[in-house]
């Protein structure tokens, strides 16, 4: 079993709508989670950080985290064109230091 | 703020050589990690690095090695190039441990 998992995609989504990202996460004393997205040829860039169980809403992102699921989310509403990426989830736990596991990614592509 | 810097952007070398890769963390910022990406391993952690200490090491061979200055400027090696390390090598910078990490453009290295 992977660390950090995610389904690859590609997620179609048209624009405007609720793009939905899953993650999930197999070390139970991690701490602090984080979403990253990649434009192809470019490096992550922060886009949300989560420490607490909830939901968290930064303009039209929202991550949603449940540690007794092992679960994070991250909704992306109004998904425009330019939100084309790859999404990467990364997870720190307490016993790694500040080491980020990252999960493979997922790619989505907002059709217009 | 200025962002994480990283030098050079683009490198090739051949197989048996070695290279040594710069990075400058974002000003204020004292911990400094290290990434590797590849196509078919995804994003993996190399090393940490806070206060010139190394603190957490990943899965790496001995090959690959790294130092921290006084200023929080960072230096990875790696030595006796194999066609295998061919990737984009990311540094990210952070306030302290457990914290947000940021990204630099990443170094793309290719081994002939």
């Known amino acids: 079993q992977k660390e950090v998992e995610q389904n690859s995609g590609p997620l179609s989504v048209p624009e405007g709508a609720i793009a939905s990202l899953n993650c999930t996460y197999s070390d139970r004393v991690s701490q602090s989670f984080f979403w990253y997205r990649q434009y192809s040829g470019k490096s992550p860039e922060l886009i949300m950080s989560?420490?607490?169980?909830g939901d968290k809403e930064d303009g039209r992102f929202t991550a949603q985290l449940n540690k007794a699921s092992q679960y994070v989310s991250l909704l992306i509403r109004d998904s425009q064109p330019s939100d084309s990426a790859t999404y990467l989830c990364?997870?720190?736990?307490?016993?790694?230091?500040?080491?980020?596991?990252f999960g493979g990614g997922t790619r989505v592509l907002v059709k217009p | 703020k200025a962002g994480v810097t990283q030098t050079p952007r683009y490198l090739i070398k051949t197989r048996g050589q070695q290279v040594t890769l710069s990075c400058s963390p974002i000003?204020?910022?004292?911990?400094v990690s290290w990434y590797q990406q590849t196509p078919g391993q995804g994003l993996q952690f190399l090393f940490e690095?806070?206060?010139?200490?190394?603190?957490n090491k990943g899965n790496f061979p001995g090959r690959f090695s790294g130092r921290q200055f006084s200023n929080s400027r960072s230096e990875m090696n790696v030595s006796t190039l194999e066609l295998g390390d061919s990737a984009l090598y990311l540094c990210?910078?952070?306030?302290?441990?457990?914290?947000?990490?940021?990204f630099g453009p990443g170094t793309r290295l290719t081994v002939l």
């Open positions: 690095y806070f206060s010139e200490t190394q603190r």
């Open positions: 000003s204020g910022h004292r911990s």
């Open positions: 990364a997870v720190m736990g307490r016993a790694a230091g500040n080491k980020l596991t």
């Open positions: 990210a910078s952070s306030l302290f441990n457990g914290n947000e990490q940021f």
């Open positions: 989560i420490y607490s169980n």
